[in-house]
Nanobody, 116 residues
Framework: QVQLVESGGGLVQPGQSLRLSCAGSGSIFSIAFMGWYRQAPGKQRELVAGITTGGSTNYADSVKGRFTISRDNAKNTVYLQMNTLKPEDTAVYYC??????????WGKGTLVTVSS
């Protein structure tokens, strides 16, 4: 069983930064494709950023150049550095782990609110 716990959300003003963390359990963390998703009120959940086991990354167009995903396999942790936050970034952010042989796991989410 894999457990994912997000942290780092909060209330910030437009233009400010936040760093989200996702701590995973289990020694197989390093073989998972990791992703950050978000869901705003009334909208579908969307992929924000993903990172492969080899460190290759991909981003939603809306966050390119502002957000950076990274992982530390030794700490079983994946991060999302969010800079120049905008009100439209307001959402619950979820950590996701995908294992080709074991399926998909989700954290419970952390709320990010960008408002002046």
């Amino acid at each position: 069983q894999v457990q994912l716990v997000e942290s780092g959300g909060g209330l910030v003003q437009p233009g400010q930064s936040l760093r989200l963390s996702c701590a995973g359990s289990g020694s197989i963390f390093s073989i998972a494709f990791m992703g950050w998703y978000r869901q705003a009120p009334g909208k579908q959940r969307e992929l924000v950023a993903g990172i492969t086991t080899g460190g290759s990354t991909n981003y939603a167009d809306s966050v390119k150049g502002r957000f950076t995903i990274s992982r530390d396999n030794a700490k079983n942790t994946v991060y999302l550095q969010m800079n120049t936050l905008k009100p439209e970034d307001t959402a619950v952010y979820y950590c996701n782990a995908y294992f080709p042989s074991a399926g998909t796991y989700w954290g419970k989410g952390t709320l990010v609110t960008v408002s002046s």
